[in-house]
């Protein structure tokens, strides 16, 4: 039974052979677990994207050390369990070298485990749970997009140094990560010389965000901080334009709130606001450019953070095996530990103590529905301390 | 006793037993093929039919739909992985895991037992869906992310030791499992308790008319199921190493619904048949499309409407026939089978 | 915060906000509690109905029909939906002795395939509708959006509408005589079948109405179905199954204490609450406030 994404790989492999490479060896096997159904499904598909626009490259390019990269797919459903069960069938069926594009931490950090018992290294490209390279850290699991820490850390430097005095008030999504990307970015407010002046944890799916309101309107608030996702974001910015909240306000959140899967439903309330991102299409590089109309071409839509992400991995995973000279476990992870490379949005370099990514992070503002760009901070300044005690 | 429930109960053995072969058999293949990842995913198949057979006994022979023993089975699993991160005994964390189930089970039943029908699967729904929330915002509990860490053990069986690492022989071990629970259920449906749970789904207002109270029955049978899930859960973090919210969540609940119904319900063995099925399908299906829930909802339905009696109702009635010693006793009044889920 | 203050800014707007989200919830408990009162059918897939009614106000209105249209257009649109449903599905289980059960189920592999169906056809991430009025009213200092007032009216009218045609029209009488006795009602000559699944299909444009009239607030998407139904049931079950007005009163009382509660506790503890509030009266009162529609 082909699957679709079984015929990715086919016409992968066809493209490659029409390029008259000739391929030495067998290929490169690199799983993707990633949401292609569910209420992720839209994240999962610009992290495929991302990947098959760099396999492509690549192989058009002789592939990695002249073997042929293949990306198998499946689906993790969002569901952890889920996402361990076909991860173990990609690493003992398919024998993949490789695993890659686990969305929400809870998958990320079992599958990490699970590559932990496997002996095969794991990358995230979306999850920004600070503990997957902190204190939960593995040494199979690498991430190469930016996580909350340096997200938050990009914005309070920003609103320290454009909006000093402000008084904000923090909405955040009242589970886990809410709650930590709001201490984190009160504490990061703090530093910058930021007043909090209030904050409400809302629970996740809340339809009304309006029984909130009040408290907003008490504090008297010029700029609100929020990191609700997906629909929650439709639904809170589109109730706070509708009670006429928004008026005057400086609206800032965390990169994950206002993405390309809900833009368009935000409509006008997105308009203005910031935030500190790895990435936007409109940064003004030559590498973006390039993959920008590649990836337009190829997708008829503009490549968003996920996307851009999931794309520079495969570009790092290919420099650090060709570096390595094989595709080995541990002759991979010391090859990737320290590891520097270029992807669209400028250097990146994987800090050898917890496997982190750290770049330059992007000032981000929507502008009619366009990811502006209107600040960078020195990567640095936006990551924290390596706080990863197990290896 | 010797009657129809017998003859019924005789076929379902019948039918475990070939479950078992088939079972045994697949695991020998395994092994000799090195396999690592269908023993598992068939281990995980049992664990979750565990989780189906809870689902039956308060389906098939309670006659009351609970919507909620996920939250029991998450309730095992999350016990069981607590004490495995601390002490790295098996008995422990079962232990462990059955009393956090008892306890909670008595809870839910003295919440859910006091209505009947539909409102009480309302509850049982709710329920569940309540705590998993809570589970959900705890971080003690590991919050939305859930337990990593749980170490692989080993497990003391006499002389020997199997370790949870091993699939094959965790494999053995899930099933042995869940042919105890299996045992122990037949062996109480056999007696007058069992027999009274069968009554209330045949008729519950005249139970009491018997001498029976009608809420204690329930009371045991909902805490046994929730014990049963509880137990079977806590296998759960032993073979994959974590535990999530989401094994508490609807989905789950429904999963285990939809094992028992595919299968047939009020066999005890078609909850195990079913929640194989399940996972053979969204496998399956999951490999060509996105929309494999399409695909599981159609049969559900196909099921409930077509085949009330789930796929082992095909081969139920002249297995019967076959292993009874005389033929069926012909009778005025019409005759319909107890373990008619529908009648 | 001073006392005036307190008021203005936070238990005044409270109580309003409650007084909308509590409309929206009523429309669709509506649905349900007909479906259930008279039919006596437990329906699980009424939230994806609500969440068809919005894509059906979604496509409409991007192929440019007015949203007041709409209002009337889609609960028609979804009448057939709603009778297929019934005399395809819901009529072959109806007989058997396990109908809350089987119905139950039935309705529950319906609502995966339709979640799944509106996921395929329209993908995973959300629309949303633009509101037919914008802008917001200032009453005492406390700020209403004109959307949500009209809300309350709409509503307000929709539920007015539906309990005359039900308890002062010869229709509705034919209807409620269907539920209390249908061998009775068949041989006074009326084609009961055709009262049941008339009467599924109301259940289920009413969903579809509060779905086209809540788009604009909620966000359109595929599961957002699941929103609801928690909740609908509740209400249901406080209110008194088949009741009309029980439905009512039990869908304000409950969305002001999920309101309230969320001033004075973790937002994250309302559902536990709700749901204690649902598990109380079924313990105690299991008719809730106003019983059968049917036995009225």
């Known amino acids: 039974m082909r699957n679709i994404r079984h015929g990715i790989a086919q016409v992968l492999f066809l493209g490659a052979l029409a390029s008259t490479q000739s391929f030495a060896q067998e290929s490169i096997k690199i799983g993707v677990v990633t949401p292609l159904s569910g209420t992720y499904a839209g994240v999962g598909q610009p992290v495929r994207w991302g990947l098959e626009l760099a396999a492509q490259e690549i192989n058009d390019a002789g592939g990695i050390g002249k073997r042929k990269v293949v990306l198998i797919f499946e689906d993790e459903e969002a569901n952890p369990s889920v996402a361990v069960q076909k991860a173990e069938r990609l690493f003992q069926v398919e024998k993949v070298d490789f695993l890659t594009g686990m969305v929400n931490s809870g998958s990320t950090l079992a599958v990490g485990q699970l590559g932990e018992r496997n002996n095969k290294l794991v990358s995230t490209t979306v999850s920004f749970a600070d503990s997957i390279t902190g204190d939960k850290c593995s040494p199979n699991v690498f991430r190469v997009n930016a996580r909350a820490e340096q997200q938050s850390n990009a914005l309070t430097y920003w609103i320290g140094k454009e909006r000093p005095g402000s008084r904000v008030f923090a909405i955040g999504p009242d589970y886990e990560m809410g709650r930590s990307s709001v201490a984190a970015f009160k504490a990061g407010a703090a530093k910058n010389k930021v007043e909090t002046v209030g904050e409400v944890f809302v629970p996740l799916d809340s339809k009304d965000y309006s029984q909130f309101f009040g408290q907003v309107r008490a504090s008297r608030p010029d700029t609100i901080y929020t990191s609700v996702a997906g629909n929650d974001t439709v639904r809170l910015l589109g109730q706070l334009n509708e009670f006429g909240i928004l008026r005057g306000v400086q609206i800032v959140g965390s990169s994950g709130t206002i993405t390309s899967q809900n833009i368009a439903a935000v409509g006008k309330a997105s308009e203005g606001y910031v935030t500190g991102s790895g990435y936007s299409p409109k940064i003004d590089s030559p590498e973006n450019k390039k993959f920008v109309a590649a990836f337009r071409a190829m997708f008829k839509t503009d490549p968003d953070l996920f996307a851009a992400d999931s794309y520079g991995l495969l570009y790092a995973y290919k420099a650090a095996v060709e570096k390595a000279g094989s595709v080995e476990t541990d002759k991979v992870r010391e090859a990737l530990r320290g590891l520097s490379w270029q992807t669209p949005q400028g250097q990146k370099t994987i800090r050898a103590g917890d496997h982190q990514a750290s770049q330059s992070m992007y000032i981000v503002k929507i502008k009619e529905g366009q990811f502006d760009v209107v600040g960078q901070v020195p990567a640095d300044d936006a990551i924290g301390p390596d706080v990863c005690a197990r290896f | ?343 | 915060m001073g006392m005036i203050d307190y008021i203005q800014f936070v238990l005044a707007p409270q109580v309003i906000n409650g007084l909308a989200l509590g409309t929206a919830v009523v429309l669709v408990a509506l649905g349900l509690t007909i479906i259930f009162g008279l039919l006596d059918v437990i329906n699980m897939s009424h939230g994806e109905f609500y969440a068809v009614g919005a894509f059906a106000a979604l496509s409409l209105g991007v192929a440019g029909v007015n949203f007041w249209v709409l209002i009337a257009l889609v609960p028609i649109l979804m009448i057939p939906l709603g009778i297929l449903v019934e005399r395809l599905l819901i009529q072959r289980v109806f007989d058997g002795k396990d109908r809350h059960v089987s119905t139950l189920l039935l309705t529950l592999g319906l609502s995966l395939i339709i979640e799944d169906l509106l996921k395929a056809v329209f993908g995973p991430n959300t629309h949303s509708i633009q509101a037919p009025v914008t802008g917001a009213l200032e009453l005492f200092g406390v700020i209403v959006p004109n959307y949500r007032l009209l809300l309350i009216v709409i509503g307000a009218a929709i539920v007015c509408m539906i309990a005359f045609v039900i308890y002062r029209t010869r229709l509705g009488a034919v209807v409620r005589a269907a539920a209390f006795d249908r061998n009775m009602t068949a041989s006074l000559g009326v084609p009961v079948a055709w009262v049941y699944a008339g009467t599924f299909a109301l259940g289920v444009s009413l969903a579809g109405v509060a779905g086209v009239l809540l788009a604009p607030l909620y966000s359109v998407f595929p599961t957002m179905g699941r929103d609801f139904i928690l909740l609908a049931f509740s209400v249901v079950i406080v209110g008194g199954m088949g009741s009309i007005w029980g439905a009512v009163i039990a869908g304000i009382f409950l969305t002001q204490v999920q309101a309230l509660a969320s001033l004075v506790i973790s937002p994250v503890w309302t559902d536990p609450i709700v749901f204690g509030t649902m598990v109380a009266f079924l313990m105690f009162r299991p008719q809730g406030l106003f019983g059968r529609l049917g036995h009225a």
């Open chain 2, 1 to 343: 006793m010797h009657d129809r429930q017998s003859r019924v109960m005789r076929t379902n053995h019948v039918l475990m037993m070939l479950f078992v072969g088939g079972a045994l058999v697949s695991s020998a293949l395994g092994i000799a093929s090195g396999d690592t990842f269908y023993l598992r995913l068939g281990t995980e198949a049992l664990i979750f039919g565990g989780l189906a057979l809870s689902v039956d006994l308060l389906l098939g022979y309670t006659g009351v739909l609970s919507l909620g023993q996920a939250l029991y089975f998450g309730v095992g699993a999350y016990a069981s992985a607590l004490v495995l991160l601390h002490v790295p005994s098996f008995s422990l964390a079962m232990i462990a895991a059955g009393v956090a189930s008892l306890v909670s089970s008595i809870l839910g039943g003295l919440i859910a037992n006091r209505v009947r029908g539909v409102y009480f699967t309302l509850i049982t729904m709710g329920l569940a869906q309540v705590v998993a929330k809570i589970v959900y915002n705890s971080r003690e509990l590991g919050a939305s992310d859930g337990i990593i860490g749980i170490p692989i053990i080993k497990i003391g069986l006499g002389a020997a030791s199997v370790s949870t690492a091993d699939p094959a022989g965790f494999f053995l071990v899930v099933l042995g499992i869940i042919v105890a629970l299996y045992v122990f259920l037949a062996y109480l449906l056999e007696t007058p308790f069992g027999r009274v749970l069968i009554a209330l789904k045949a008729n519950e207002k005249r139970v009491p008319f018997l001498g029976y109270s009608v809420w204690r029955a329930r009371m045991v049978a909902y805490v046994l199921a929730g014990v049963i899930a509880g137990l079977s859960g806590a296998l759960y973090p032993m073979l994959r190493g974590f535990v999530s919210p989401e094994l508490m969540f609807f989905m789950t609940s429904g999963n285990g619904v939809i094992s028992t119904l595919l299968g047939g319900t009020g066999t005890l063995v078609g909850a195990l048949y079913g929640s194989v099925l399940l996972v053979v399908i969204k496998s399956a299906v999951g490999s060509w499309t996105e929309h494999h829930l399409v695909v599981i909802g159609l049969l559900f339905m196909c099921s409930v409407l077509f085949l009330p009696r789930g796929l082992l109702g095909i081969v139920h009635p002249w297995l019967q026939q076959a292993l009874s010693r005389k033929p069926p006793p012909e009778d005025v009044r019409r005759h319909v089978p107890i373990s008619d889920a529908r009648s």
